[in-house]
C-alpha cells in the first residue's frame, strides 16, 4: 500500500528546534522527489521545500529559507524537515507529499500530516 | 510569486448537481495548474494534474480544463462524498509552487 506517514510533531518553544520524519512504503521511494506542505490552522496550503530524489538538489520557501532544511535518506525510505529558530507563525499541520515526476508536476500521494505548534 | 485566485470562496448544491470551480493564475502558467480535494483531518488528494489529466483512481465526474491564466475544475453528478475543500496550484516555476486560497464545497 502506498503511503506516506509524517510524525515528530508537538510543542515547542519560540527559537527551538524541532525535526520531522515523514516515513514511505509501498513503492520506490528514491525513484522521487518529495516536498514538505504546511496548513496553518483554518488555512490554506503553502509549500516549505523541495528535494530531488537524490538528495542533491533542495529548494525552500523564502519564509523559511536559513531556519528550515530538507533533507532524505533513500536506505531508511525517510523524508525529514529539520525546523529551527521556530516562530509562532510557524505553528501548522505539516504534509509531506510525492512529486509525481512529470514534467507538469503534481503531488500526487500525501500523508496525514504532524502538527507543530509553536507557543 | 503568481498568485491564484479561486472563486468561488464557498458553495452549496445537492446531489446530482454540477459545479464548476474557476482558478485565476497572475500571469499564464502553461497548463501547470492541478487540482486537489481536501476532506477534514485528512492531507489532500490529488484529482487532476496538468490542467485536465484525470488522477487515477479519481471517478471520471471529475474534470479540469483552461489554459493561460484562466482553469475550471467541473464536478458532474454531485455526490455526498464530494463535500471538501478544493484547491488549486500552479507548478509552472519550480519551488515557487503555491495555492489558492480554497473552495469549500457543501452538499
Known amino acids: 500500500q502506498v503511503q506516506l506517514v509524517e510524525s515528530g510533531g508537538g510543542v515547542v518553544q519560540p527559537g527551538r528546534s524541532l525535526r520531522l520524519s515523514c516515513e514511505a512504503s509501498?513503492?520506490?521511494?528514491?525513484?522521487?522527489?518529495f516536498h514538505w506542505v504546511r496548513q496553518a490552522p483554518g488555512e490554506g496550503l503553502k509549500w516549505v521545500a523541495l528535494?530531488?530524489?537524490?538528495?542533491?538538489?533542495?529548494h525552500h520557501a523564502e519564509s523559511v529559507k536559513g531556519r528550515f532544511s530538507i533533507s532524505r535518506d533513500n536506505f531508511k525510505n525517510t523524508l525529514y524537515l529539520q525546523l529551527n529558530s521556530l516562530r509562532p507563525e510557524d505553528t501548522a499541520m505539516y504534509f509531506c507529499?510525492?512529486?509525481?515526476?512529470?514534467?507538469?508536476?503534481?503531488?500526487?500521494?500525501w500523508g496525514r500530516g504532524t502538527m507543530v505548534t509553536v507557543s | 510569486d503568481i498568485q491564484m485566485t479561486q472563486s468561488p470562496s464557498s458553495l452549496s448544491a445537492y446531489v446530482g448537481d454540477r459545479v464548476t470551480i474557476t482558478c485565476r493564475a497572475s500571469?499564464?502558467?502553461?497548463?501547470?495548474l492541478n487540482w486537489y480535494q481536501q476532506k477534514p483531518g485528512k492531507g489532500p488528494k490529488l484529482l487532476i494534474y496538468?490542467?485536465?489529466s484525470l488522477q487515477s483512481g479519481v471517478p471520471s465526474r471529475f474534470s479540469g480544463s483552461g489554459s493561460g491564466t484562466d482553469y475550471t475544475l467541473t464536478i458532474t453528478s454531485l455526490q455526498p462524498e464530494d463535500s471538501a475543500i478544493y484547491y488549486c496550484?500552479?507548478?509552472?516555476?519550480?519551488?515557487?509552487?503555491?495555492f489558492g486560497q480554497g473552495t469549500r464545497l457543501e452538499i
Open positions: 496550484q500552479q507548478s509552472y516555476i519550480i519551488a515557487q509552487y503555491t
Open positions: 507529499a510525492r512529486d509525481n515526476g512529470d514534467p507538469l508536476p503534481a503531488f500526487d500521494i
Open positions: 496538468a490542467a485536465s
Open positions: 509501498g513503492f520506490t521511494f528514491s525513484f522521487h522527489a
Open positions: 500571469q499564464s502558467i502553461s497548463r501547470h
Open positions: 528535494i530531488s530524489s537524490d538528495g542533491y538538489r533542495k
